[in-house]
């Protein structure tokens, strides 16, 4: 089955999962203390379980152990999406018989509040946004989400090359997620997606099978000294070590967005 004929006989589950997320985040953001972090994190994991089987994507998860239960930052390549879905995801305890799901919390570029669909969501799982057109206020945005994930107890989920791959290639990651894990003092967990490039593909057949890596973290201790930059290197070269490139065949992601006027161009 393609995936647009997937999406087509899985248009009631998919709406449904999506209206329950945002009629969730109208009444947290009239009752801000209707919901505790944790139950906002926990609907949001929910749902991205359940939308990525409606989706057609099988998510196998490796290394479940290496996220500490408590503060870190999670750094994984950056292909699609649907990554925000699967990281969350594979943070569940469905993929672990020892431990529950980890908490955790994203931190994004402001650009996705355009998108009102996304919006209300990303505000009700309190994500973190930031404006690169104020590069002023940028670290006061990375030091209130460290401050946010080690009070709270969250792995911290950046993205370091701020933006998803149009080639199937990794691509030089950017400062902020790295001072972020300094200014916390908390371990950076990297991790690789595989296979996931074209999970939006319309024309993708059959189940796809998406792998979720999480490395074995770096110490503070161990990073606390180096360069933001060199850092980076460190985190990249361990991602790099088991990611496999891909042929992309998905408009979404040869565009690094997916719209009809993307199409076009």
Same mark, same amino acid.
């Not at 990297?190 to 024309?203: R, V, W």
């Given at each position: 089955?393609?995936?647009?004929?997937?999406?087509?006989?899985?248009?009631?589950?998919?709406?449904?999962?999506?209206?329950?997320?945002?009629?969730?985040?109208?009444?947290?953001?009239?009752?801000?203390?209707?919901?505790?972090?944790?139950?906002?994190?926990?609907?949001?994991?929910?749902?991205?379980?359940?939308?990525?089987? /409606?989706?057609?994507?099988?998510?196998?998860?490796?290394?479940?152990?290496?996220?500490?239960?408590?503060? /870190?930052?999670?750094?994984?390549?950056?292909?699609?999406?649907?990554?925000?879905?699967?990281?969350?995801?594979?943070?569940?305890?469905?993929?672990?018989?020892?431990?529950?799901?980890?908490?955790?919390?994203?931190?994004?570029?402001?650009?996705?509040?355009?998108?009102?669909?996304?919006?209300?969501?990303?505000?009700? +799982?309190?994500?973190?946004? +930031?404006?690169?057109?104020?590069?002023?206020?940028?670290?006061?945005?990375?030091?209130?989400?460290?401050?946010?994930?080690?009070?709270?107890?969250?792995?911290?989920?950046?993205?370091?090359?701020?933006?998803?791959?149009?080639?199937?290639?990794?691509?030089?990651?950017?400062?902020?997620?790295?001072?972020?894990?300094?200014?916390?003092?908390?371990?950076?967990?990297?991790?690789?997606?595989?296979?996931? /490039?074209?999970?939006?593909?319309?024309?993708?057949?059959?189940?796809?099978?998406?792998?979720?890596?999480?490395?074995?973290?770096?110490?503070?201790?161990?990073?606390?000294?180096?360069?933001?930059?060199?850092?980076?290197?460190?985190?990249?070269?361990?991602?790099?070590?088991?990611?496999?490139?891909?042929?992309?065949?998905?408009?979404?992601?040869?565009?690094?967005?997916?719209?009809?006027?993307?199409?076009?161009?």
């Amino acid at each position: 089955m393609k995936l647009k004929t997937r999406i087509f006989w899985n248009l009631g589950p998919i709406l449904h999962h999506y209206l329950t997320l945002i009629s969730k985040a109208k009444r947290a953001k009239k009752m801000p203390e209707y919901y505790s972090t944790g139950e906002k994190i926990k609907q949001f994991q929910t749902r991205s379980i359940k939308l990525l089987k /409606c989706f057609g994507i099988k998510l196998k998860v490796e290394g479940l152990e290496n996220v500490p239960v408590g503060s /870190c930052v999670i750094a994984p390549n950056h292909s699609t999406y649907f990554d925000p879905l699967i990281i969350s995801a594979a943070l569940s305890k469905e993929f672990s018989n020892t431990q529950d799901s980890r908490k955790f919390g994203f931190i994004a570029r402001q650009e996705i509040a355009k998108r009102k669909s996304i919006k209300k969501i990303a505000e009700f +799982i309190n994500t973190y946004l +930031i404006d690169f057109s104020k590069p002023r206020e940028i670290p006061e945005v990375l030091k209130n989400f460290a401050e946010y994930i080690k009070n709270n107890k969250l792995a911290g989920i950046v993205f370091p090359e701020g933006t998803r791959t149009k080639d199937g290639k990794i691509g030089e990651f950017q400062s902020g997620a790295f001072r972020i894990a300094q200014m916390a003092y908390v371990p950076i967990v990297p991790t690789t997606i595989n296979n996931a /490039c074209n999970a939006y593909d319309k024309s993708r057949k059959g189940i796809l099978e998406v792998t979720v890596t999480f490395h074995s973290p770096i110490k503070p201790i161990n990073f606390q000294t180096l360069l933001p930059a060199d850092l980076g290197n460190l985190v990249r070269d361990k991602i790099l070590s088991n990611y496999v490139e891909q042929n992309i065949t998905s408009d979404e992601t040869k565009h690094n967005k997916y719209s009809k006027r993307a199409k076009k161009e």
